[in-house]
């Protein structure tokens, strides 16, 4: 960091900028704390991996861009080659009041880095928050819910939140987004992973069509007393979402699935229903049957495609 910043500016810097992390899929990525100070987000989810706090609709505590910018480029004198700049709050980064102008500044120094948001996508349906969200080349959203009911009790969403709003503003926002649009859905036991929710899940995916779905549970402590899901779950509920939706299984952390011994037949008849992520063929296939799922590449009876850093194999 340069030595001509004072300490107080290099204490916000560091608690502004994280990072860079290494990531498989991102490369080297720097994130941008929004809301370093505390919890500032519309939701109170009870998966939150930070303390139960009261919905905001707006931010109290708001950094300056000047600020922030400050951060970024002590952390670009630092650090070089970041592949992914990432937007992220301790609670929803789109709150943040100069969202529009922030990026602005990022896009004017970032060099050849991507920008990436990670938000919880309360607030697409706000014209002034597609119009910043449209200039990143990631974006991605959260949904965990399809109806109000779910959204109340998992996402513990602030009064001014309509889930049909959420709904209405990703189908519009997708309309004019150029870059890549990742849904996340996060589960929870017991409490969104019902037939009801997860089928009219599928039926807004299928019309709002988003470059990848990942689906996960819980990694860290929860908030509130909850329950996630193992992979083995999470597989399982994958398949009951239409074949042609991209899912992606984030979580692999637990598993009691035996990998298996697969035909050269019935490796194209799983992978004609449904591509797998190569970490689920990690998973699912034994040693043999990997190797068979190389040999079937080379022979041109599957091919891999990579869909936002994530390959999967499929059949051509
Ligand atoms: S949206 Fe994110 S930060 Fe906000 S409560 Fe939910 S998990 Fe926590």
């Known amino acids: 960091m340069p030595n001509n910043l004072n300490t107080q500016d290099q204490a ?17 990525s720097l994130g941008i704390d929004l809301s370093p100070s505390k919890k500032q987000c519309n939701f109170d989810c009870l998966y939150c991996e930070l303390k139960p706090a009261k919905t905001v609709d707006s931010y109290s505590d708001v950094l300056s861009v000047e600020n922030i910018i400050t951060a970024l480029k ?10 992914v700049i990432t937007l992220t709050a301790n ?34 349906d706000k014209a002034e ?9 990631t974006v991605k959203l959260s949904l965990d819910c399809a109806n109000a009911q779910c959204l109340k009790k998992l996402d513990r969403a602030s009064k001014s939140i309509d889930i049909e709003n959420i709904k209405r503003g990703m189908l519009a926002f997708k309309e004019i987004y150029k870059g890549a649009l990742i849904v996340e859905v996060l589960f929870v036991k017991n409490i969104n992973d019902d ?10 995916l299928l019309k709002l069509q988003p470059s990848r779905i ?34 992606y299984i984030v979580s692999r952390k637990i598993t009691k699935i035996k990998a298996e011994n697969y035909s050269d ?11 797998l992520a190569d970490e689920d063929i990690a998973i699912l296939f034994d040693k043999e049957s990997q190797k068979r ?12 495609i990579e869909n936002e850093g994530i390959f999967f194999y499929a059949t051509p």
Do not use: C, M
Not at 294 to 304: A, D, H, P, T
């Open 74 to 83: 002590n952390a670009f004198a630092k650090h070089q080659d970041i592949d």
């Open 265 to 275: 037949d019935e490796i194209l008849a799983t992978l004609a229903n449904r591509p």
């Open 91 to 124: 609670g929803e980064p789109t709150l943040y009041p100069y969202l529009d102008e922030l990026i602005d500044e990022i896009d004017r120094l970032k060099g050849d880095a991507k920008t990436l948001i990670l938000s919880n996508g309360a607030t697409i």
């Open 195 to 204: 037939a009801q929710n997860i089928s009219g899940l599928n039926e807004y």
């Open 129 to 137: 928050v597609q119009k910043a969200l449209l200039k990143l080349d």
């Open 293 to 304: 799922v190389k040999e079937l590449l080379n022979r041109g009876k599957l091919k891999k």
């Open 12 to 28: 916000l810097s560091s608690k502004i900028i994280f990072g860079p992390v290494n990531s498989r899929r991102f490369g080297k």
């Open 214 to 247: 990942d689906i996960g549970s819980i990694d860290r402590p929860p908030a509130y007393d909850v329950k996630g899901l193992n992979y083995d779950a999470l597989l399982k509920l994958s398949k009951q979402f239409d074949t042609r939706l991209p899912i």
